[in-house]
């Protein structure tokens, strides 16, 4: 059975970084897309990034550009998510996400998705 | 403000039918497949349906989709107190070249 664990939340002040981690097994890896979507508090679901399988092609939606940089390590089965110059807009949790395909292109397929971790952006 | 639109809300009673509706646009619906995701919070989203209409393994056959030109709907018959979640619709949007979700439909049985 697929599983994915994240990890890597926490309280942080407005303008700092950290990074999320994503661990799964139960399945073969790198022969899927990844993805981070958050929820933030009192809203639905939104898509932050995704990866291909390779790592070669990532997306971002617009309000994090610039700022979150998505990678993997196949190697050992996980997927990060580095965030940097936070606001209290992020603030949310964080899922990741197994695709259905190996590439980013019309995937919108996500099973399964782990528990989630919580990020806080407060000064 | 999300690119597909979902009512906020739907109810029934146990036993009954509910539909839940997912507009959006050329540009999305109207050039892709759509999934559906049954989130209770606190808990991970699960994937309910996908490609329109098809069941992943281990969903009831209660859960039925359907899509429609720009529009998508999920059907849920005999409602049971376990249903009550958020219900959220995903497609791909050709003109953001990305994924993107309804707003969410918190279904209450009553």
């Known amino acids: 059975e697929a599983l994915l664990v994240e990890s890597g939340g926490g309280l942080v002040q407005p303008g700092r970084s950290l990074r999320l981690s994503c661990a799964g097994s139960?399945?073969?890896?790198?022969?899927?897309?990844m993805h981070w979507v958050r929820q933030v508090p009192g809203k639905g679901l939104e898509w932050v990034s995704g990866?291909?399988?390779?790592?070669?092609?990532?997306a971002y939606v617009e309000s994090v550009k610039g700022r979150f940089t998505i990678s993997r390590d196949n190697a050992k089965n996980s997927l990060f998510l580095q965030m940097g110059s936070l606001t209290p807009e992020d603030t949310g949790v964080y899922f990741c996400a197994k695709d259905f395909s190996p590439s980013l292109y019309r995937s919108n397929r996500f099973d399964p998705w782990g528990q989630g971790t919580l990020v806080t952006v407060s000064s | 403000q999300s690119v597909l639109t979902q009512p906020p809300s739907a109810s029934g009673a146990p036993g009954q039918r509910v539909t839940i509706s997912c507009s959006g646009s050329r540009s999305n619906i109207g050039s892709n497949t759509v999934d559906w995701y049954q989130h209770l919070p606190g808990t991970a989203p699960k994937l309910l349906v996908y490609?329109?209409?098809q069941r992943p393994s281990g969903v009831p056959d209660r859960f039925s989709g359907s899509k429609s030109g720009t529009s998508a709907s999920l059907a849920i018959s005999g409602l049971q107190s376990d249903d009550e979640a958020d219900y959220y619709c995903?497609?791909?949007?050709?003109?953001?070249?990305?994924?993107?979700f309804g707003g969410g439909t918190k279904l209450t049985v009553l």
């Open positions: 139960g399945f073969r890896f790198d022969d899927h897309a």
């Open positions: 490609s329109n209409n």
């Open positions: 995903a497609t791909w949007d050709d003109s953001l070249n990305a994924p993107v």
């Open positions: 990866i291909s399988w390779n790592g070669r092609s990532t």
